[in-house]
């Protein structure tokens, strides 16, 4: 049987410390371990973007990475935006744009779109459709996802 590994990471803010298997995927220790269950399980495959987290900044799918390799990185979940204070913009605008109805697939629109600006702050429409093409949405039909994001870049 093969030792667990100590894992030292940043979760929502947060300096975090955690024993996992090496083989516990990150989308199950974000569930179940750490209890996050805005992260959404769909496809398991890398394909529908419901489980997309950021890993230092960078939008990553927890269904097909290893908890393991999250050691000494910074990762935020959807529970990580908005606060007390208020909706984290990209939160606000999906919300004024009408870019979510059942909502399973928003947490992890958001989080790719949040990597995206952090990256692009000024991405044109090609490159927001391009960058959001590995999240799928069953209900929106995206027009109102794609606004709401040319919202926070062309208020
Ligand atoms: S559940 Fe991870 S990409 Fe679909
Ligand atoms: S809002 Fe329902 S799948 Fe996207």
Do not use: W
């Amino acid at each position: 049987m093969t030792a667990s590994l100590d894992l030292t990471f940043t979760l929502n803010g947060d300096a975090k410390t955690a024993r996992v298997a090496p083989n516990t995927l990150l989308i199950d220790f974000l569930r179940e371990a750490c209890q996050l269950r805005g992260t959404k399980r769909s496809c398991d495959m890398q394909i529908c973007g419901a489980c997309t987290v950021l890993v230092d900044d960078r939008p990553v799918s927890s269904c097909t990475t290893l908890a393991a390799d999250i050691d000494g990185a910074v990762v935020t979940t959807i529970e990580g935006l908005g606060g007390p204070d208020g909706l984290d913009p990209v939160q606000q605008a999906f919300l004024d744009h009408n870019a979510l109805q059942c909502g399973f697939c928003t947490p992890g629109f958001i989080l790719s779109v949040k990597a995206l600006l952090h990256a692009n702050p000024a991405p044109s429409h090609e490159e927001i459709v391009e960058h959001l093409n590995g999240n799928l949405c069953r209900c929106t039909g995206y027009h109102k996802i794609i606004d709401a994001v040319e919202s926070l870049v062309r208020p």
